[in-house]
Protein backbone atom coordinates (compact mmCIF):
# COMPACT_ATOMS: atom_id res chain seq x y z
CA UNK A 1 0.00 0.00 0.00
CA UNK A 2 1.41 3.27 -0.65
CA UNK A 3 2.12 6.02 1.59
CA UNK A 4 0.92 9.23 1.25
CA UNK A 5 2.35 12.73 3.12
CA UNK A 6 0.54 15.75 4.36
CA UNK A 7 1.90 19.02 4.99
CA UNK A 8 -0.09 21.28 7.48
CA UNK A 9 -1.81 24.25 6.07
CA UNK A 10 -0.59 26.99 8.66
CA UNK A 11 -3.31 29.74 6.85
CA UNK A 12 -6.14 27.35 8.38
CA UNK A 13 -4.68 25.74 11.60
CA UNK A 14 -4.36 27.16 15.00
CA UNK A 15 -2.35 25.29 17.84
CA UNK A 16 -4.26 26.49 21.03
CA UNK A 17 -4.65 26.31 24.82
CA UNK A 18 -6.15 27.61 27.94
CA UNK A 19 -5.45 28.09 31.21
CA UNK A 20 -7.30 29.23 34.08
CA UNK A 21 -6.16 32.23 35.67
CA UNK A 22 -7.14 32.73 39.36
CA UNK A 23 -9.19 30.01 39.28
CA UNK A 24 -12.36 31.47 37.67
CA UNK A 25 -11.77 33.05 34.13
CA UNK A 26 -9.45 31.46 31.33
CA UNK A 27 -6.49 32.88 29.37
CA UNK A 28 -6.19 31.85 25.77
CA UNK A 29 -3.06 31.30 23.94
CA UNK A 30 -1.28 30.24 20.88
CA UNK A 31 2.16 29.25 19.27
CA UNK A 32 2.15 31.12 16.21
CA UNK A 33 5.32 29.07 14.59
CA UNK A 34 4.94 25.37 14.00
CA UNK A 35 5.11 22.49 11.85
CA UNK A 36 3.47 19.38 11.17
CA UNK A 37 2.83 16.42 8.93
CA UNK A 38 1.37 13.51 8.62
CA UNK A 39 1.86 10.09 6.65
CA UNK A 40 -0.61 7.75 5.99
CA UNK A 41 -1.37 4.72 3.99
CA UNK A 42 -3.63 6.64 1.01
CA UNK A 43 -6.87 8.06 2.27
CA UNK A 44 -6.70 5.75 5.74
CA UNK A 45 -5.52 7.77 8.32
CA UNK A 46 -5.80 4.26 10.73
CA UNK A 47 -2.54 4.34 12.15
CA UNK A 48 -1.38 7.22 10.35
CA UNK A 49 2.38 8.64 11.72
CA UNK A 50 1.69 12.34 12.98
CA UNK A 51 4.41 14.92 13.62
CA UNK A 52 4.32 18.04 14.99
CA UNK A 53 6.89 20.90 16.43
CA UNK A 54 6.27 24.44 17.83
CA UNK A 55 8.86 27.18 18.27
CA UNK A 56 7.96 27.83 21.95
CA UNK A 57 9.38 31.97 21.12
CA UNK A 58 5.79 32.12 19.07
CA UNK A 59 3.90 31.83 22.04
CA UNK A 60 1.06 34.47 22.11
CA UNK A 61 -1.30 34.96 24.88
CA UNK A 62 -1.85 38.76 23.38
CA UNK A 63 -0.16 39.90 26.60
CA UNK A 64 3.58 40.71 25.81
CA UNK A 65 4.89 40.75 29.68
CA UNK A 66 2.84 37.83 29.94
CA UNK A 67 4.83 35.82 26.79
CA UNK A 68 7.65 36.80 28.11
CA UNK A 69 7.33 35.10 31.60
CA UNK A 70 6.20 32.05 29.78
CA UNK A 71 9.20 32.08 27.41
CA UNK A 72 11.39 32.08 30.72
CA UNK A 73 12.86 29.34 32.81
CA UNK A 74 9.71 29.70 35.31
CA UNK A 75 7.81 28.05 32.44
CA UNK A 76 9.42 27.33 29.11
CA UNK A 77 12.76 28.09 29.52
CA UNK A 78 13.15 29.10 25.46
CA UNK A 79 17.03 29.42 26.27
CA UNK A 80 17.59 26.10 27.00
CA UNK A 81 14.47 24.42 24.73
CA UNK A 82 13.44 26.46 22.21
CA UNK A 83 10.87 23.43 20.56
CA UNK A 84 7.88 21.43 22.25
CA UNK A 85 7.88 18.50 20.06
CA UNK A 86 5.16 15.35 19.72
CA UNK A 87 5.41 12.32 17.74
CA UNK A 88 2.71 9.71 17.59
CA UNK A 89 2.88 6.23 18.67
CA UNK A 90 -1.05 5.18 17.36
CA UNK A 91 -3.62 7.29 15.61
CA UNK A 92 -6.80 4.55 15.95
CA UNK A 93 -9.83 4.66 14.84
CA UNK A 94 -13.32 4.94 16.87
CA UNK A 95 -16.10 5.39 14.86
CA UNK A 96 -15.99 7.22 10.83
CA UNK A 97 -15.28 11.31 12.88
CA UNK A 98 -13.17 10.00 15.64
CA UNK A 99 -9.96 8.45 16.59
CA UNK A 100 -7.41 8.77 19.63
CA UNK A 101 -4.39 10.05 19.09
CA UNK A 102 -1.47 8.78 21.44
CA UNK A 103 1.83 9.76 21.22
CA UNK A 104 5.05 11.54 22.75
CA UNK A 105 5.15 14.80 24.03
CA UNK A 106 8.61 17.06 24.89
CA UNK A 107 8.38 20.20 26.53
CA UNK A 108 11.48 21.55 28.85
CA UNK A 109 13.58 17.81 27.58
CA UNK A 110 10.98 15.92 29.22
CA UNK A 111 9.54 13.55 27.33
CA UNK A 112 5.96 12.36 28.45
CA UNK A 113 2.83 9.78 26.95
CA UNK A 114 0.09 11.73 26.25
CA UNK A 115 -3.95 10.60 24.69
CA UNK A 116 -6.03 12.76 22.66
CA UNK A 117 -9.33 12.28 21.01
CA UNK A 118 -9.14 13.80 17.97
CA UNK A 119 -12.14 14.97 15.85
CA UNK A 120 -11.46 13.72 11.74
CA UNK A 121 -13.67 16.30 9.73
CA UNK A 122 -13.24 14.21 6.49
CA UNK A 123 -11.17 15.23 3.09
CA UNK A 124 -11.84 17.53 0.55
CA UNK A 125 -11.13 19.07 -2.46
CA UNK A 126 -10.73 22.56 -2.15
CA UNK A 127 -11.86 25.14 -4.57
CA UNK A 128 -7.98 24.52 -6.37
CA UNK A 129 -7.73 21.01 -7.08
CA UNK A 130 -5.93 20.58 -3.08
CA UNK A 131 -7.01 17.51 -0.96
CA UNK A 132 -7.06 18.45 2.36
CA UNK A 133 -7.82 16.65 5.50
CA UNK A 134 -9.29 18.05 8.72
CA UNK A 135 -8.50 17.60 12.45
CA UNK A 136 -9.31 18.83 15.78
CA UNK A 137 -7.54 18.13 18.41
CA UNK A 138 -8.61 18.71 21.85
CA UNK A 139 -7.95 17.53 25.70
CA UNK A 140 -5.96 18.19 28.67
CA UNK A 141 -2.54 18.05 29.94
CA UNK A 142 -0.94 18.63 33.51
CA UNK A 143 1.88 20.96 32.97
CA UNK A 144 3.27 20.09 35.66
CA UNK A 145 4.29 16.49 34.36
CA UNK A 146 6.89 18.43 32.05
CA UNK A 147 8.24 20.54 34.63
CA UNK A 148 6.23 23.95 33.96
CA UNK A 149 5.81 24.77 38.18
CA UNK A 150 5.63 28.19 38.62
CA UNK A 151 2.98 29.44 40.63
CA UNK A 152 2.07 31.95 43.17
CA UNK A 153 -0.63 31.30 46.18
CA UNK A 154 -3.75 33.76 46.44
CA UNK A 155 -4.96 35.66 49.08
CA UNK A 156 -8.11 34.33 49.09
CA UNK A 157 -6.96 30.68 48.63
CA UNK A 158 -6.16 29.41 45.62
CA UNK A 159 -3.42 29.53 43.09
CA UNK A 160 -2.61 32.05 40.01
CA UNK A 161 -2.37 29.83 37.44
CA UNK A 162 -3.99 26.15 37.32
CA UNK A 163 -2.50 23.00 36.41
CA UNK A 164 -4.38 21.78 33.93
CA UNK A 165 -4.33 23.05 30.10
CA UNK A 166 -6.88 22.26 27.86
CA UNK A 167 -5.65 22.25 24.20
CA UNK A 168 -7.89 23.11 20.97
CA UNK A 169 -5.75 22.23 18.24
CA UNK A 170 -7.38 23.13 14.82
CA UNK A 171 -5.76 21.49 11.65
CA UNK A 172 -5.68 21.36 8.05
CA UNK A 173 -3.22 19.58 5.89
CA UNK A 174 -2.97 19.21 2.67
CA UNK A 175 -1.75 16.38 0.55
CA UNK A 176 1.78 16.45 -1.27
Known amino acids: MATTKWAID??????????????????????????????????NF?????????????IDTGNTDR??????????????????????????????????????????????????????SGIMTDPWGNTKVGLNITGKINRKDWGLNWNSALE???VLVSDDVRLNIELQFAKQ
Open 156 to 158: AGG
Open 46 to 58: ENAAIEFSADIKS
Open 67 to 120: DNHLRSADFFDVENSPKMIFKSTSFTKIDDGNYELTGNLNIRGVEKQVKLPVEF
Open 10 to 43: PTHSEIGFKVKHMMFTNVSGKFNNYEATITSNEN
